[in-house]
């Protein structure tokens, strides 16, 4: 089982509607992200958190716009997406940003559909 | 030439047999190294870290050759249960990223 949890599983939404993936960890790790994933190719990164702080945003259009309400949350809402976002989104978090041995801990993933 | 390269297979390999992977990398600063598992249509998993020394964990032996930069996963014995996409990851200490390849999928078969 996951330390990481994220919710919904799964999301079906319009190019008009807005919603919110969530990523929930306890482990105390200070650094948190968001990956996207198509069928058949590796995670993508999109945005790292690290305590609290945006440090990183992979040139990742507008219409997801992460947030980090506290050290163990962090959301990625979304906005008018198009079909090509859809992908597996994965969470993952680690203890520190950028230290040497870092592992990731990923979520299972919000599969999401856009139509 | 990509950060991380790896072989996407498939490897089809019998139960029981013996498969080797590598996995090759650009940057020489790179300094951490990992071998991530992913299931289909799951997260991938820490499978293990990857050292100098080299290093074992049970049927999975890990190495590192840091002259020709490239990494290594052999596993023995295989399972059915080892059927996955096998994800080579490298982290470096002049970024903060860790960068992913695009992965090595098994297929055991009985």
């Known amino acids: 089982d996951t330390e990481v949890t994220q919710t919904p599983k799964h999301l079906v939404m319009g190019m008009t509607n807005k919603k919110s993936l969530k990523c929930e960890q306890h482990?105390?790790?200070?650094?948190m992200y968001w990956y996207k994933q198509k069928a058949k190719k590796p995670p993508e990164l999109m945005f790292v958190?690290?305590?609290?702080?945006?440090?990183i945003n992979e040139s990742v259009p507008s219409r997801f716009s992460p947030e980090c309400p506290n050290s163990s949350l962090l959301n990625l809402h979304l906005h008018a997406l198009q079909p090509e976002d859809s992908a597996l989104y994965l969470c993952?978090?680690?203890?520190?940003?950028?230290?040497?041995?870092?592992?990731?801990?990923f979520g299972s993933g919000t599969q999401l559909s856009v139509l | 030439r990509k950060e991380v390269e790896q072989d996407p297979g498939p490897f089809n390999v019998p139960e029981g047999a013996t498969v080797a992977f590598n996995c090759t990398y650009s940057?020489?600063?790179?300094?951490?190294f990992f071998w991530y598992r992913q299931d289909c249509r799951k997260e991938p998993k820490l499978l293990m870290s990857?050292?100098?020394s080299g290093n074992e964990d049970g049927r999975f032996t890990a190495q590192l050759n840091r002259a020709s930069q490239y990494i290594s996963l052999l596993i023995r014995d295989s399972k059915l249960s080892d059927s996955a996409t096998y994800l080579c990851?490298?982290?470096?200490?002049?970024?903060?990223?860790?960068?992913f390849g695009t992965g090595t999928r098994l297929q055991v078969f009985p």
């Open positions: 958190y690290s305590y609290e702080k945006l440090s």
């Open positions: 940057n020489s600063a790179s300094q951490s």
């Open positions: 993952a978090s680690s203890q520190e940003q950028g230290r040497l041995g870092e592992k990731l801990f």
């Open positions: 990851v490298v982290a470096s200490y002049n970024t903060d990223k860790l960068i």
């Open positions: 990857v050292y100098s």
């Open positions: 482990m105390g790790h200070r650094a």
